[in-house]
């Protein structure tokens, strides 16, 4: 209290306090924690060393802790305490070196319980004791290092630890300064972690992946860390039923050992996303410096489930708080094809409609189930009973059965399976999905190929193929485009990998950047984005077509509008996956529709597209295109659109259109006229629905393209008549000439369906 009120002790005070602080108690609970106050009370009262013989007591007194420290610690391990003074002093140590003073100020506050100034000019000696004569910055790296972990870590334990040390001596370079070796404590730390995770463990892998990457001078490259080695990582994920999926997971697992491995998995996820996230960031320094950086290979990525652990940590927020966030954006960043929105939200619904089921979880096994599948022609309620009682399992103990269950996706292909097994495997996907969603959906592609491709079907594709060229997902058995359930979870496949495909593409450029300068770099990274922007909309673009494609009816399939038929289902679900495709890309919308696709869909994409609006931005567009084809298909996506939404700009575009077919009147040559007003007509009879004022253009346009359909019909009856004639009494027609005439007539019999489709016209209008 005198030292607060800066009151100064007397002679006998200062004797008296200085015997009671360097006094040698025996190793104890209770000695740790009065060694820590009296080294607090040196650093609050420097004026207690204030001459030379209570400054060598002092020294002494420092070394003789540092000598018994091991003693201590050992008294600390045996009743359960993971804190001693020896962090204190390496601590102490560690902010003199680097001068943080108030770092020390604050250490000394909350050891005393209570506020005391300590003020840089009253620590001289000290800090010169400390940094020059005990602990050099050498040594304090080398003490560091042979520190041990603290078992158990977790932000409940109180006082200063070993990780407080390590994390201020890797701000400051220490360890790639002085060549030592901190991977290997890192590494043991994080094994030994618990929950809730420690306030400090996330700085200290940003800290620790910094000075991997990154070396703490420019002119030496070889001031790094080590990173750690798959073989470290995979040892933590050995266990795990979701890295070996052949692994039957034991039901009675302990709850705190799960959540012990966990927690450690958890951080090294966190390290892998941040080093790959700061790898790519220096890619450029790295690659101008001919520096071999470590680049985790995909075989290990793909094998680590970082959805799962992701999903898990988010579930408990209390106890994993401080790393969610981090690990979301790095995961949204690097890898958006596992943070499906849709997905996500499936997945947190809880299925209130899941029935007790009639066989009990334990008799479910792997080989049951594959017999069950095999006679599923003959009893179906087998695999019925058997798949009910799968859906009530968790996802992670669904894992040992995914291989049987979507090897065998081909037997649900087969004519007249119930629709509620295709739902029930539709569900267990899903589920899947939300644990293993690479390996799942690899394998979920490789066992529905088309059986009909020949010997590409031997060769599996692995998830690089299918990232490189997500069109392989839609190289299915035919049968998947009319099973509206397995159709539901292909296309979230393939979105999935569209996503992964454009986020490689970004990665292969930032992974292997120009080695130029000047403004020839910058041209030539323009023109690398500006290729991969072309990939990536031709990908996406011949993905939409497909997809419509699988929406025109089959030769043994009848388009009745029946709103109860597969082809009607399998129309939604394609309509609304383009949909979500348009409102991501609408620029995807304007290429597609540039492109073209079959007049028969412009009704259904209409009519079950919400976003096909935005076409009216770009018809004009699309009407001044030089292609009679392009022009005839504006007409009709106009007609559409114009019922589908009748406002103002649609009447805009609807009169642009019809004078658009007044202009080609008299432009188009009388060869083109006819195929080209035949397949328009309609489309003036839409219009005129939609927009009744809009009559008397189209009574207008109806009557020029009349007359002049009379007219030509007039001339070329007549000079076809008079030459037929003359030719056949002579009996000399020759090849071309015959032609000419075949043409002629034609022509002449394609006026006549014009004529007829105006009169019809003109009576659906009138009507």
Request: proline residues 5%; neutral net charge.
């Amino acid at each position: 209290m005198k030292a607060i009120a800066t009151l100064k002790f007397s002679d006998d005070e200062v004797v008296c306090l200085l015997r009671l602080i360097t006094s040698h108690p025996a190793p104890s609970c209770a000695a740790v924690r009065f060694v820590s106050l009296a080294l607090s009370m040196f650093l609050a009262c420097p004026n207690l060393i204030g001459n030379v013989e209570h400054e060598k007591t002092a020294k002494a007194w420092i070394r003789w802790l540092i000598d018994q420290e091991s003693h201590f610690a050992e008294i600390s391990e045996s009743s359960d305490s993971s804190s001693s003074y020896g962090e204190m002093l390496l601590l102490v140590a560690i902010h003199f070196h680097n001068n943080q003073i108030h770092a020390i100020s604050d250490l000394v506050c909350s050891t005393l319980g209570m506020k005391s100034a300590v003020k840089s000019n009253t620590l001289t000696k000290i800090k010169i004791f400390f940094t020059q004569e005990i602990f050099t910055d050498k040594v304090v790296t080398a003490h560091a290092v042979r520190v041990a972990v603290t078992p158990g870590l977790n932000s409940t334990i109180p006082g200063f630890l070993p990780v407080h040390c390590v994390y201020q001596l890797l701000k400051g370079r220490a360890f790639s300064k002085h060549k030592v070796p901190i991977k290997g404590w890192i590494y043991r730390q994080i094994r030994a972690c618990h929950t809730p995770v420690h306030p400090l463990l996330p700085p200290l892998i940003e800290t620790y992946v910094l000075s991997i990457i990154t070396p703490s001078t420019k002119s030496d490259h070889t001031h790094t860390n080590k990173p750690i080695t798959e073989q470290e990582i995979m040892e933590v994920f050995k266990d795990s039923v979701l890295v070996n999926t052949q692994k039957q997971r034991p039901m009675d697992c302990g709850q705190t050992d799960k959540q012990d491995n966990f927690t450690s998995q958890l951080l090294l996820m966190y390290y892998i996303l941040l080093y790959q996230d700061t790898r790519l960031a220096n890619m450029k320094a790295i690659v101008s410096s001919n520096r071999k950086v470590l680049n985790y290979s995909d075989s290990l990525l793909s094998r680590l489930p970082f959805k799962y652990l992701l999903q898990r940590a988010q579930k408990q927020p209390d106890l994993y708080g401080g790393l969610i966030p981090h690990i979301l954006r790095l995961m949204v960043s690097h890898y958006p094809h596992l943070c499906v929105t849709q997905d996500w939200l499936e997945e947190d619904i809880k299925h209130c409609d899941i029935t007790t089921p009639l066989i009990s979880p334990n008799k479910v096994t792997s080989h049951l189930l594959m017999q069950a599948l095999e006679n599923m022609k003959k009893n179906p309620t087998a695999v019925l009973l058997q798949l009910e009682t799968l859906v009530t399992l968790s996802a992670e103990d669904l894992v040992p059965f995914a291989d049987v269950i979507v090897s065998n996706l081909l037997c649900f292909l087969e004519p007249g399976v119930p629709r509620k097994l295709l739902e029930l495997v539709r569900t267990l996907l899903i589920k899947l999905n939300s644990v293993m969603p690479r390996s799942i959906r690899v394998m979920f592609v490789n066992a529905l190929r088309d059986q009909n491709a020949g010997a590409i079907v031997k060769i599996a594709h692995t998830e690089d193929n299918l990232t490189v060229d997500p069109l392989t997902v839609l190289r299915c058995d035919d049968r998947v485009l009319r099973c509206p359930p397995l159709l539901d979870v292909t296309l979230r496949i393939l979105s999935a990998y569209l996503q992964a495909s454009r986020t490689f593409l970004s990665l292969h450029i930032q992974t292997n950047p120009v080695a130029m300068t000047g403004t020839n770099q910058s041209m030539t990274d323009f023109e690398r984005e500006e290729l991969k922007n072309a990939l990536i909309a031709a990908q996406e673009s011949a993905v939409v077509q497909i997809l419509l494609e699988t929406c025109l009816p089959k030769p043994n399939e009848s388009n009745t509008g029946c709103l109860l038929s597969n082809l009607r289902e399998v129309q939604c679900i394609v309509c609304s996956h383009v949909h979500q495709m348009f409102i991501s890309d609408p620029n995807l919308a304007k290429l597609v529709h540039f492109q073209g696709y079959p007049s028969e869909l412009i009704a259904v994409t209409v009519t079950s597209i919400p976003s096909m609006h935005i076409c009216l931005d770009f018809i004009p567009e699309l009407l001044s295109q030089p292609q009679t084809e392009k022009q005839v298909f504006a007409v009709q996506l106009t007609s559409h659109l114009c019922l589908q939404y009748a406002l103002p700009k649609s009447l805009g575009i609807a009169k642009l259109a019809i004078n658009v077919l007044s202009t080609l009147l008299t432009v188009l040559s009388h060869e083109m006229r006819p195929d080209f007003y035949i397949a328009c007509l309609p489309s003036l009879i839409r219009i005129s629905k939609a927009f009744p004022p809009l009559h008397e253009e189209i009574h207008s346009l109806l009557t020029r393209l009349g007359r002049i359909c009379s007219s030509h019909m007039s001339s070329m009856d007549t000079l076809t008549s008079s030459e037929t004639s003359h030719r056949l009494t002579e009996g000399d027609v020759e090849c071309h000439q015959l032609a000419h005439i075949k043409k002629n007539v034609t022509l002449n019999n394609k006026y006549y369906d014009l004529y007829y489709e105006i009169h019809k016209t003109f009576s659906e209008i009138v009507r």
